[in-house]
């Protein structure tokens, strides 16, 4: 956690490698009608392309740049393909969206948590949903649904009150819940029982 710097132009940022199941795409399309009427920029963290991972798709980093160079947007984006200093991006940036249509653990989700960012996310059952509380320390929208994804980024955009409410209450969360001092030990115990097992085959 960071002081925020006071800025005019406010930026959203998505956080993962570029592929269909990230949903970068999504995104893209509800912040091209965001940005006509909210002035903001886009910060896409994560690699174009992870050789032998069937999973990524550079096509789709592609396709976001034909067209906003199109609709003469470009240089409201910007691509960041990998950085060590992950908590200055979140903490430079205004908002979070998590769009993904699947995940494990969204440790970029946790992470902007704990940077104060109030968060946007698809809702996945017993994944996200078991991190944010909608409308209370962040926001559930329905798988692939661009409608509800710029509802809330207008919402957020528009008032730093809520901002600031929801991402206070998101680090909070993650405090009382997801801290390392917290989680170390059920690693641990987790292991622990691993190697037992092991060592009993």
């Keep these: ?12 940022l998505c956080v993962g ?3 269909n199941i990230k949903n ?11 940005v006509k009427k909210n002035e903001c ?3 896409f963290v994560g690699k174009k392309k992870i050789l032998n991972y ?19 947007i470009f240089d409201k984006i910007k691509f960041i393909n990998h950085s060590n200093k ?6 430079q940036s205004d908002v979070f969206v998590l769009p993904s249509q699947s995940e494990g653990m969204p440790n970029s989700l946790l992470e902007a948590m704990s940077c104060n ?6 809702n996945l059952k017993n994944i996200t949903s078991q ?23 207008f919402k957020l955009l528009r008032s730093n009150s809520l901002r600031n409410l929801i991402g206070n209450r998101a680090r909070s969360h993650i405090e009382k819940k997801y801290s390392f001092k917290k989680n170390i030990y059920k690693y641990e115990k987790m292991y622990s029982l691993v190697s037992q097992q092991n060592l009993s085959n």
């Design 1 to 12: 956690k960071l002081k925020k710097n006071k800025k005019k132009i406010k930026n959203i």
């Design 54 to 72: 069937y999973l990524s798709e550079s096509q789709i980093y592609k396709k976001i740049i034909k067209d906003a160079k199109s609709r003469k």
């Design 117 to 122: 960012l109030p968060c946007i996310t698809t």
């Design 24 to 34: 970068q795409m999504l995104l893209y399309k509800a912040w091209c009608n965001v």
């Design 86 to 91: 992950m908590h200055l991006l979140y903490n």
């Design 41 to 43: 920029t886009l910060t």
């Design 131 to 153: 991190i944010i509380i909608n409308k209370k320390n962040g926001y559930l929208f329905k798988n692939n649904s661009q409608k509800d994804l710029e509802k809330y980024l």
């Design 17 to 19: 490698f570029f592929s």
